[in-house]
C-alpha cells in the first residue's frame, strides 16, 4: 500500500501514468452551503479510482460535476485536456437507482445512448447485444426492468454505459441498491470488465471494503465541505482469486488503516 | 393420508395437482368472477327495489333491460348518440390536444405555469354547471356551445394532470438522457412524455368522463337534442323505463370508451404492463 498524502500529491508530481480527467480547483456552493472546496486531482488512464467519504462529503457532487450534470461554482475539469462544458460522448455515467427507462426491454435500454445518437437499429442492437452479453445477462434482452432483480438492472445500467464506448466511465454508488451477495459478484464481475475494457473507471462509494477491493486509487474526502483528505493506492495482488484478496493482509490493513482515518468524520 | 396412498408412490401429487389446477383457474378469473357478481348482486338489489316498488317512477331492472333493447333495435340510440356525439367528440379532441400541449408546457416552464395555472385552478374549482347558462348567451343553443361545455369541463383536469405529471417525472431518467446527450426535442419525446403518460393519461380519463357530464349537462340544459333529448321527453310522457334506459345507455357508452383508452394506453405507451 501506497499512501500518497494530500500535499504531496500535487498534480505535477504525481508520477501515474497519463491523466485521462483532471480535476482543478473545483470548488461547489449551494445557496450558502459549501460542498466542495478547491478539488485537485487527477484521474490516471485505465484505471478505477474510487471517490471515498462520509455521507454528505460531495463525493456524488464531484461526480457530477465530472459528468457535466450540474456546473461547478469554480474551477475547471479537463477531459483527455479539453474542459468540460457539459456532457460528452466521452464519458458515460452509471446512475445509483439505474436510471432504466421502465417502458423499455433491457434491448432498447442497453441501445438507448446509441439510439440518442441516431445510430441505425440494427447496428444498436447488434452492439447491445454483445455488452448484453459481455455483464452477463445473455437470454434477457426482451425482459423489462421490473422483471428483474437490483443486481440485473444495474448490470444493464453498465451494459448502457460501455455500449456508447467512452473512455471514462463514472459510477455513482452502482451497488448501494444491491443486495450484498449480488454486490460481491457484481464487484468480481466489475473487475474482470476493467482489466477487459481498458477503460478510465471513476466510482463513488461509501463502503470502504468495495474501495479496497476494487481499486488502483482510492480518493478518501473529508467531512462537508469536501477536501482531499488522503489518497492511497492498495497494492494488492489482483491474480489472486477473489476470496484470496478478501483474505489477503494487504487488504485487510488498508480497509483498517481507511477505517482509522475516516472514523473521526462519523458522528 | 392412509398407507396405501403412500405405497402408490407420490402419496398427495396427484389430488394435489388436480385440486392446485381448479383453483389456479378460479384464481386466474376470480377478478373477472367478483366483478360479475357485484353487477349482478346489483341488478338483483335493482330488481326488488323496483317491485316493491319505492317510488311508482322507479322501474324494475328487467323493464328497463327490455326498454333498452327496443330502444337499441329500433334505431332511436343510434339516432340520439349521432347526434350526442358531435359535441363530445369535438370537444374532447381540442381539449385533449390543448390541455397535454398546455400542461407539458406547464411542466416544462416555470413562466407558462405562472401564465397558466392559476386559469385553470380556479376553472377545476368553478361549478361548471352555473357557467352554461352564460355559454348560451354568448354562443345560442347550437353545436358550438354544446362543445364549448365539454370543453370548460374536461380541458382543466387535462391540464392540470399534464402538468403534474411532467413535473413528476423521473429526474434521474432526465439526467440520464442528457448525460448520453439527448437534444431537448429527444428528452421530451423519449423519457418525459413516456415517463408522464400515466399520469397523463390518469387526466385523459378524468377529462373524458367530465366530457360525458359537460354534454350531458349541456343537452338537458342548453336544448334537448341526443340521448338529452331521449331522457328528457320519456320524462314527460312517464315511460320512465325508456328514460332509465337511456341514462343507462350514457353510462354504459362512457364506460366502454374509458377502457378503451386504458387499453390503448398500455398497449401504445407502456408496454411493461402489458406483462405483469
Known sequence: ???????????????????????????????????????????????????????GCGKTTLLKIIAGLIPATSGEVRVNGVPVTGPGPERAFVFQDFALMPWATVMRNVAFGLELKGVGKDERQAIAHKYIAEVGLSGFENKYPHE???GMRQRVGLARAFAVNADVLLL??????????????????????????KKTFIFVTHSIEEAVYCSDRIVILSRRPGRVAQIIEPEIDRTASPDAIRRDQGYLDTVEEIWQGLKRYVD | MSAPAHANGS?????????????????????????AASIGLFFLVW???????????????LETARAFLTMLFDGSFVAAYAET???????????????????????????????????????QAAPMAA??????????????????????????????????????????????CRSFQGTWWQRILKIILPDASPIIFA????????????????????????????????????DYPEMYAAVVSIILVSTLTLSALEAFEVRVLRPEKKKG
Not at chain 2, 47 to 61: N, Q, V
Not at chain 2, 90 to 119: D, K, N, T, Y
Not at chain 2, 165 to 170: E, F, G, I, Q, S
Not at chain 2, 210 to 237: K, M, N, Q, W
Request: glycine content about 8%; proline content about 6%.
Open chain 1, 1 to 55: 500500500m501506497r499512501n500518497i498524502t494530500a500535499a504531496a500529491s500535487a498534480a505535477a508530481t504525481t508520477p501515474s501514468p497519463e491523466a485521462a480527467v483532471e480535476v482543478r480547483g473545483i470548488c461547489k456552493m449551494y445557496a450558502d452551503m459549501e460542498a466542495l472546496r478547491s478539488i485537485d486531482l487527477d484521474f490516471p488512464a485505465g484505471k478505477l479510482t474510487t471517490l471515498l467519504g462520509p455521507s
Open chain 1, 148 to 150: 428483474l432483480s437490483g
Open chain 1, 172 to 197: 455513482d454508488e452502482p451497488f448501494s441498491a444491491v443486495d450484498e451477495q449480488n454486490r460481491r459478484k457484481f464487484q468480481e464481475d466489475l473487475l474482470r470488465l476493467v482489466e477487459l475494457e
Open chain 2, 11 to 35: 402419496p398427495r401429487a396427484i389430488p394435489g395437482a388436480g385440486a392446485s389446477s381448479f383453483w389456479g383457474k378460479l384464481l386466474e378469473h376470480r377478478t373477472a368472477l367478483w366483478r
Open chain 2, 47 to 61: 330488481e326488488i327495489a323496483g317491485r316493491i316498488p319505492i317510488s311508482f317512477a322507479f322501474p324494475t331492472f
Open chain 2, 85 to 123: 356525439l358531435q359535441p363530445l367528440v369535438i370537444g374532447i379532441a381540442i381539449s385533449a390536444v390543448l390541455g397535454v400541449g398546455l400542461g407539458v408546457l406547464m411542466g416544462l416552464s416555470r413562466f407558462a405555469e405562472w401564465l397558466v395555472a392559476p386559469v385553470f385552478i380556479v376553472l
Open chain 2, 131 to 176: 357557467l352554461i347558462p352564460l355559454i348560451t348567451f354568448v354562443y345560442g343553443i347550437g353545436l358550438v356551445s354544446k362543445t364549448l361545455a365539454v370543453i370548460m369541463l374536461a380541458l382543466p383536469v387535462i391540464a392540470l394532470n399534464g402538468y403534474k405529471a411532467v413535473r413528476h417525472v423521473n429526474p434521474s431518467l432526465v439526467d440520464m
Open chain 2, 203 to 238: 387526466g385523459l380519463r378524468l377529462g373524458l368522463a367530465a366530457g360525458f357530464i359537460g354534454v350531458i349537462l349541456a343537452e338537458l340544459l342548453i336544448t334537448p337534442t341526443g340521448i338529452g333529448d331521449l331522457i328528457t321527453y320519456h320524462r314527460s310522457v312517464a
